[in-house]
């Protein structure tokens, strides 16, 4: 099943657990999660090394400057608006890497807490993403499967729960890195770049 923009966003407003809008991440986050962001370089460097020690090695090269865990530019937060957005999966227990084609995400908001929210696809990530420094802004939310007709707020399933640092890797272009997913991979990176 798939929603609409705005019926999404209004999910949104339950993932996190209807935490007010000011609140900090760090306010919000499980355990296993704030963990899980304090091993963000850790897990990306493990991540890449999975991904060169399989046949999927010459993937890297495709992509360079979203695979390069050191690149993340001032003002990490998205604009509101339409996304391209497109999944990368990277280690893990079935595959070394996958690459999803592009599907709409969007952002609503302006402030220090926006939304984000995957309108299409199997697998829709919705939540908030917080500022949190000058370089680095972090997601958390929930993940909505297939045809889910409802959103699980944010911090009452493990194994819907999703955290991840937003960053800005160019002009216009930005990425939501999740460390140890609780699905598939060893980290997932979400590739955005504003509908034109």
């Known amino acids: 099943m798939q929603f609409g923009w705005k019926t999404l966003a209004a999910m949104a407003l339950l993932s996190a657990g209807g935490a007010a809008i000011a609140e900090r991440w760090q306010d919000v986050a499980t355990p296993a999660d704030a963990a899980r962001l304090q091993q963000r370089d850790a897990t990306f460097v493990a991540a890449l090394k999975e991904v060169r020690a399989s046949e999927y090695a010459g993937e890297l ?34 595959l070394a890497f996958v690459a999803y084609p592009d599907f709409v995400c969007a952002i609503y908001g302006t402030g220090d807490k926006r939304q984000f929210v995957k309108l299409t696809g199997s697998q829709r990530p919705v939540g908030y993403i917080h500022a949190d420094t000058k370089r680095s802004g972090v997601f958390l939310g929930s993940l909505m499967l297939g045809d889910d007709a409802g959103l699980v707020p944010y911090g009452q399933d493990k194994e819907r729960d999703l955290a991840g640092t ?12 999740f460390p140890r997913p609780y699905y598939e991979s060893t980290m997932d990176i979400i590739d955005l770049r504003p509908v034109k």
């Open 61 to 94: 090269a495709k992509n360079p400057l979203l695979y390069d865990p050191d690149t993340r530019l001032a003002d990490p937060l998205p604009p509101e608006g339409k996304y391209r957005c497109a999944t990368h999966k990277l280690g893990g227990q079935y």
């Open 166 to 177: 937003v960053e800005r890797i160019g002009k216009d272009r930005w990425r939501i890195v």
